[in-house]
């Protein structure tokens, strides 16, 4: 079953422009993850956020974790065109848990 | 280079013939799944193995089988394809089921 689900479906932004991505889980977590997917290719791990954190960066990356509203948020900041792909959430709870994939936010950055 | 090497990328088969998409990664991690990519169903595990002859069933584990003989492979094997198997395949790999997961180039099979 979908564990985590992404928000929006679809997000088209300029060059430059800030995207903002939102993810929704049900179950309590052990951590949350975020993967880019370029059309057809394989998924590439950007940031991994555990349950006792609330924020990380790496780069023009950007996650939260409210634990509380059992949801994450990814920013990338000043994004480029390189950046449009696909984005999916993936949530760990506990041991004999598997890693739950979204369904996937499709970002469009035009030039 | 650290990497998940599946093959093939592409396959176009017939209904009922056997076939093996291998999996094979060089970081010595424990864990390694498959999984199928759908549109409009994102990825559902199909097999999942927590190390070498551990293996467990996923969301979507029928009409495929998996083994883990070695620690760094880890083929998927169609025994009879049906078409409804026509899907997109990752194959992912990492150090334990808590860490970050490192995929496959994914495999493209077409079953008609």
């Known amino acids: 079953s979908q564990q985590g689900e992404e928000d929006p479906q679809a997000l088209s932004i300029q060059e430059g422009e800030n995207a903002t991505m939102n993810c929704s889980y049900k179950?309590?977590?052990?951590?949350l993850q975020w993967y880019r997917q370029n059309s057809g290719r394989g998924l590439v791990h950007l940031i991994l956020?555990?349950?006792?954190?609330r924020e990380k960066h790496s780069g023009r990356l950007r996650v939260t974790l409210d634990t509380s509203k059992k949801s994450s948020s990814l920013l990338i900041t000043a994004s480029r065109a390189a950046d449009t792909a696909s984005y999916f959430c993936a949530t760990k709870a506990g041991a004999n848990s598997k890693l739950t994939f979204g369904k996937g936010i499709t970002l469009s950055v035009r030039p | 280079e650290a990497q998940v090497t599946q093959n093939p990328r592409y396959l176009i088969t017939v209904t009922g013939k056997k076939l093996t998409v291998t999996c094979s990664q060089n970081?010595?991690?424990?864990?390694m799944s498959w999984y199928r990519q759908d549109p409009g169903l994102g990825l559902r595990q199909i097999y999942y193995s927590m190390n070498v002859e551990v293996t467990d069933k996923g969301d979507v584990p029928e009409g495929y089988k998996v083994s883990r003989k070695e620690k760094r492979n880890f083929p998927l094997i169609l025994e009879s394809p049906s078409p409804n198997q026509t899907s997109l395949y990752f194959c992912a790999s990492s150090y334990t089921d808590y860490t970050e997961a490192f995929f496959g180039q994914g495999t493209r099979l077409t079953v008609v």
């Open positions: 179950t309590s977590i052990n951590n």
């Open positions: 970081m010595n991690h424990e864990y």
């Open positions: 956020i555990r349950s006792n954190e």
